[in-house]
T-cell receptor, first 115, second 114 residues
Framework: DTAVSQTPKYLVTQMGNDKSIKCEQN?????MYWYKQDSKKFLKIMFS???????INETVPNRFSPKSPDKAHLNLHINSLELGDSAVYFC??????????????FGPGTRLTVL | DQQVKQNSPSLSVQEGRISILNCDYT??????FLWYKKYPAEGPTFLIS?????DKNEDGRFTVFLNKSAKHLSLHIVPSQPGDSAVYFC?????????????FGKGTKLSVIP
């Protein structure tokens, strides 16, 4: 029974398209995150979302938008996809964002390829 | 700017020996450090953590050492096993409200040779 799941696992699309990646956690956690792992292998935070508070990394283009229908889901919408968006995107969750000590649990990742 | 650095992209160790993975950080506001392990086609999984009030934390075969003055931490795996072969990420965060975001290093690929 997967704690943090993402769909799809692989996504291949053309430049200019709009796509979404879904994330669900069944851990009852309060905070969810999206990370991007680029070709240089750095894992960089994109967003964190807690109790309807959204913290955005200022380097993330506004073509990226997280959508949270409920506490267990944080989906990532990407508009007007660009070649540079090709990366592996990881969703994660933690119990309480107010505590730095909270362990984050990661999903398996979605490999996005933009052609 | 890389606030968390893992300068060794890869490390090979014989089974049964000690593996030592190193991590340096530059941000003096970091006071909580974590190691994550990642297998191919999977997400990172939490391994062990250490708070800045400690200099050592041990969990089975895994020990993390923190040298705050040098802004350096290391992960020791003893004895190393083939199943430990994975990419290990060092991560750091501050404390207090809003500082829970993790900053990751680039990872070190550990290969344990049977």
């Amino acid at each position: 029974d997967t704690a943090v799941s993402q769909t799809p696992k692989y996504l291949v699309t053309q430049m200019g398209n709009d796509k979404s990646i879904k994330c669900e956690q069944n851990l009852g956690h309060d905070t969810m995150y999206w990370y991007k792992q680029d070709s240089k292998k750095f894992l960089k935070i994109m967003f964190s979302y807690n109790n309807k508070e959204l913290i955005i990394n200022e380097t993330v283009p506004n073509r990226f938008s997280p959508k949270s229908p409920d506490k267990a889901h944080l989906n990532l919408h990407i508009n007007s996809l660009e070649l540079g968006d090709s990366a592996v995107y990881f969703c994660a969750s933690s119990q309480d964002a107010g505590l730095a000590a909270d362990t984050q649990y990661f999903g398996p990742g979605t490999r996005l390829t933009v052609l | 700017d890389q606030q968390v650095k893992q300068n060794s992209p890869s490390l090979s160790v014989q089974e049964g020996r000690i593996s030592i993975l190193n991590c340096d950080y530059t941000n003096s506001m970091f006071d909580y450090f974590l190691w994550y392990k990642k297998y191919p086609a999977e997400g990172p999984t939490f391994l062990i953590s250490i708070s800045s009030i400690k200099d050592k934390n041990e969990d089975g075969r895994f020990t993390v050492f923190l040298n705050k003055s040098a802004k350096h931490l290391s992960l020791h795996i003893v004895p190393s096993q083939p199943g430990d072969s994975a990419v290990y990420f060092c991560a750091a965060s501050g404390s207090g409200a809003g500082s829970y975001q993790l900053t990751f290093g680039k990872g070190t690929k550990l290969s344990v040779i049977p």
